[in-house]
């Protein structure tokens, strides 16, 4: 099966601008193995582009070239830079989706399209979730499980969406083009999908993550 789709350019994957060509030659200098690109342009993502909502960012990202040039983004602009980077060294980088509640504590506020990374390495996707960590996320690189920020809570209605896909998902970047703040990107993002996978994979329902955060304490947060 070829992966080719997954290292195409895309108006939102942008990798041949300038800030993100410097950004490659920066973070990648001398650097020849495709694991340690892997685990570098990840790090630099999740520990050095803030999540918007954490920052509450006054400027909504979704190209990875303003996701760099803001140095932040919520988890479908820091995905489309991450693969973006990796994209830029001919490593194929994808993206899934996972549907989880707006509200950390139950699903009374309704669902969002939340985004992480799927990387093609050493003949295998491996899930990387650069989000960002925090107080209640902790997420380290790993290439032997899915190094993602949430676990699925089935009694809210959480899943994952089977596959890997090669595009951003259109109507969250709609969401992001459109909103001028934080606020109102509340009110925008998308709690559906109607796109297919470019890739199938039967066994992404059993996706496990380590339960790095506990959504539990009192107040509200975005993880998204």
């Known amino acids: 099966m070829s992966v080719d789709i997954f290292l195409q350019e895309t108006p939102y994957i942008d990798f041949s601008t300038p800030i993100v060509r410097d950004q490659s030659k920066a973070l990648f200098k001398g650097v020849k193995s495709e694991l340690e690109k892997v685990r570098i342009a990840f790090e630099f993502v999740r520990d050095e582009i803030s999540h918007s909502f954490d920052v509450n960012a006054t400027v909504v990202t979704a190209k990875a070239s303003d996701v760099l040039k803001h140095k932040t983004g919520i988890s479908h602009a820091k995905a489309?830079?991450?693969?973006?980077?990796?994209?830029?060294?001919?490593?194929?980088?994808?993206?899934?989706?996972?549907?989880?509640?707006?509200?950390?504590d139950?699903?009374?506020?309704?669902?969002?399209?939340?985004?992480?990374?799927?990387?093609?390495?050493?003949?295998?996707?491996?899930?990387?979730?650069?989000?960002?960590?925090?107080?209640?996320?902790?997420v380290r690189f790993s290439m032997h499980e899915p190094a993602l920020a949430f676990a699925n809570r089935p009694q809210y209605k959480e899943f994952f969406w089977p596959?890997?896909?090669?595009?951003?998902?259109?109507?969250?970047m709609n969401?992001?083009?459109?909103?001028?703040?934080?606020?109102?990107?509340?009110?925008?993002?998308p709690d559906h999908m109607l796109e297919d996978p470019d890739i199938v994979?039967?066994?992404?329902e059993d996706f496990r993550a380590e339960t790095h955060n506990s959504r539990a304490g009192s107040g509200s947060w975005f993880w998204f």
């Open 106 to 138: 139950n699903d009374s506020e309704g669902h969002i399209v939340y985004c992480f990374n799927a990387v093609h390495i050493g003949n295998r996707w491996i899930k990387l979730d650069a989000r960002g960590n925090n107080s209640r996320v902790d």
């Open 201 to 204: 994979e039967v066994e992404a």
């Open 80 to 104: 489309n830079l991450l693969a973006a980077l990796l994209r830029s060294q001919k490593i194929p980088a994808g993206m899934c989706y996972q549907h989880l509640t707006r509200n950390k």
């Open 175 to 189: 969401a992001l083009e459109s909103a001028t703040s934080m606020e109102e990107l509340l009110k925008k993002l």
């Open 163 to 172: 596959g890997i896909f090669a595009r951003p998902h259109r109507a969250s």
